[in-house]
């Protein structure tokens, strides 16, 4: 595996507050011990290092929680460790997730200096109703600062938006979307609200304090998404990721495309050489881990090959670039990836195209994503 590709995941699980609609590892704490955390970090980054060694880094991404509320220190000496341990590409992306607070934005210059070469931006909404529903710390006034910011410091930046938000119209989210693609990003991720369990949404929506946007509506703004980026030379390459060619994020790729990626940090997922690592999740539980044994891993799996070819499918069909399934199922040493029969049937009901040995789904497709994957699996 000298030379194989991968890619390092960072999470940072602290927040100033938790949103409604989140389910992510991200936890609010009257103070952050930086320097504890940082020597954290580097012990459990030294730790995947030692079980993957003679890699090229090709990615690294500040996930959260809100990683912006790292010391650009921390963010520094984490970066500088991990071109030690392997070996970084030419053009290795460093991406780091912020928020749009004044306080985080005023950082991005040092954070730009400590290595961070691509800033994805949550500003989810630019109507401050809006982003009081969604729970955020920010006004939409702040958010564009932020961005202004971020593109004088950052030579790529991409920006989160949610839609589908109960009472979306047509006309509201296509003149939202029109002033995103205005912006000068060459990245955009666009997610529909969706109702995860075991978060204030959820509770809410079932105490009936509000109604989520009725799926036919849901559907009519993701195929005006679709056109609208299409039409503005953004196409999305995965379902809520649209770029220009050339500006799609590297390291969700490697995810996509199934390839080996290390996690670090709580909650953090990786993907090592065949087995399914997974971190501690509570801040407190990690940190006790990494004393007793030098890691904070609670969970490492081996993936069974089926499990492995079912996940690869999963994430490829995501891609509007598809897979190619005889050629992902000799890699995963598997007989098939898919059921023939079953593609057949759907690509009829022009749900599937195949093109020459790539299989990919088409735009109706994309709606019906989950039902057509249980369908097609072998």
Partial sequence: MTGEPLALYVHWPFCV???????FNSHVRAGIDQDAWRDALL?????????????????????????????????????????AHWAPAANLEVTLEANPNSVEAARFRDLAAAGVNRLSLGLQSFDDAALRFLGRAHSAREGFAALETAQRNFRRVSFDLIYALPGDTVDGWSTTLAQALSLGT??????????????????MVAK???????????????????????????????????????????HNLTYWRYGDYAGIGPGAHGRRLGMRTMRHRKPENF??????????????????RDEAARE???????????????????????????????VDRLAGHDLLERDGSTLRTTPAGRLLLDSILAEIAA
Avoid: W
């Fill in 17 to 23: 507050s938790k949103c409604p609609y989140c389910d």
């Fill in 208 to 250: 009936r304090e509000f109604a989520p946007l009725e799926p036919d509506s849901a559907a009519t703004l993701f195929e005006l998404t679709d056109a609208m980026t299409s039409a503005a030379g953004m196409p999305a390459y995965e379902i809520s990721n649209h770029a220009r060619p050339g500006q799609e994020s590297r």
């Fill in 43 to 83: 012990a459990d980054l030294a730790h995947e290092a030692r079980l993957l060694p003679g890699r090229t880094l090709t990615s690294i991404f500040f996930g959260g929680g809100t990683p912006s509320l790292m010391e650009p220190a921390t963010v520094a000496a984490i970066i500088a460790a991990a071109r």
């Fill in 287 to 304: 940190l006790s881990s990494l004393r007793r044994n030098g890691h904070g891993m609670v969970e490492e799996e081996e993936l069974t």
């Fill in 186 to 203: 060459s990245h955009l991720s666009l997610y529909q609200l969706t109702i995860e369990p075991g978060t204030r949404f959820a509770t």
């Fill in 312 to 342: 690869a499918l999963v994430m490829g069909l995501r891609l509007a670039e598809g897979i190619e399934p005889v050629a992902l199922a000799q890699r995963l040493e598997v007989d098939r990836i898919v059921d023939d029969a079953a």
